[in-house]
């Protein structure tokens, strides 16, 4: 393949700006809603299914924020991009470093047997729950031989132990149930949303391929649902380019990116082929 047409050597993104205030306003719509939220449910409730689906959406940002922070992108400085990173997940209830590396993991072994996204992607999405436990087994693996560093250990070690402290003070003072509406079943929708959109839907049945690995999904509405994840394949080639940009490098890379290969499809639901679309093929 010529080199012209190879993406990482096509002309190069301009620089990202010191600090990404698009993410960082990410950060703060999050907590701003969460906390809204919580206060909205024990002043002046509204019917429960809202504050659930309201807390449901304040967390389904938390993964573009810890997303970013993971590969550096919120800011040109690491303390800042990591600080961010532990902010942004805690919603998640996950520690940032451990994390991170396990995506990190995703970005070198993309598609093979040993991607921990495989966890995910290897499968139908309506089976997708009963593979979580490889998750865990693999997580175990991480752990066994645990690439943190000592500071890191210690950031991810505190950031559980403040988690339990919150979840022991609210069975203490009595609202645990108000926690579980406010917290943990929204964030069992947005996790599961989130698995759909960014681990299952653009891997699932693509080649172990740098180009072919990751599909596009080319739906305008679906843009600003997921925060233009269904550019991912983008991400995988460009990972040093910001998430609100996303969908202007793939317009501007368009051809490049089918004569590699990148699948291009074009609707949401139905069927995953198992090799790109049509339309992601040279010639």
């Keep these: 393949m010529s080199s012209s047409s190879d993406p990482q050597r096509a002309s190069a993104a301009p620089a990202s ?3 990404d205030g698009r993410t960082l306003a990410l950060l703060l719509a999050m907590y701003g809603l969460l906390l809204g939220n919580a206060a909205l449910y024990w002043t002046s409730p509204l019917p429960l299914p809202v504050h659930v689906l309201l807390s449901a959406v304040g967390i389904h ?6 997303h970013e922070a993971a590969h550096r992108t919120v800011d040109r400085r690491g303390w800042v991009n990591d600080l961010v990173g532990v902010i942004g997940i805690f919603p998640y209830m996950a520690p940032f470093f451990i994390q991170k590396y396990v995506h990190l993991q995703h970005h070198s072994r993309l598609n093979r047997a040993d991607d921990p996204n495989m966890v995910y992607a290897d499968g139908s999405f309506a089976t997708i729950f009963f ?14 031989a645990d690439p943190r560093t000592r500071s890191q250990q ?3 070690y505190g950031s559980l132990a403040l988690l339990a402290g919150i979840w022991l003070f609210a069975w203490w003072q009595g609202a645990f149930l108000d926690l579980v509406w406010l917290w943990l079943v929204p964030f069992a929708i947005a996790k599961l949303v989130m698995d759909w959109y960014v681990n299952w839907l653009p891997h699932v049945g693509l080649p172990a391929d740098r180009y072919r690995g990751t599909r596009v999904v080319e739906v305008p509405w679906l843009t600003p649902l997921i925060l233009a994840h269904n550019y ?3 991400h995988h080639l460009w990972p040093q380019i910001p998430w609100h940009r996303y969908r202007g490098v793939f317009e501007q890379r368009r051809e490049t990116l089918r004569e590699n290969g990148v699948p291009i499809e074009h609707h949401v ?3 995953r082929p198992a090799e790109p679309a049509a339309d992601a093929l040279p010639g």
């Design 131 to 144: 593979r979580y436990p490889r998750a865990l087994r693999y997580a175990k693996q991480v752990l066994a």
């Design 154 to 156: 210690w950031v991810d």
């Design 61 to 66: 940002l938390a993964f573009t924020i810890w």
């Design 232 to 234: 991912h394949a983008v």
């Design 17 to 19: 700006p010191r600090t």
């Design 269 to 271: 639901f139905g069927r």
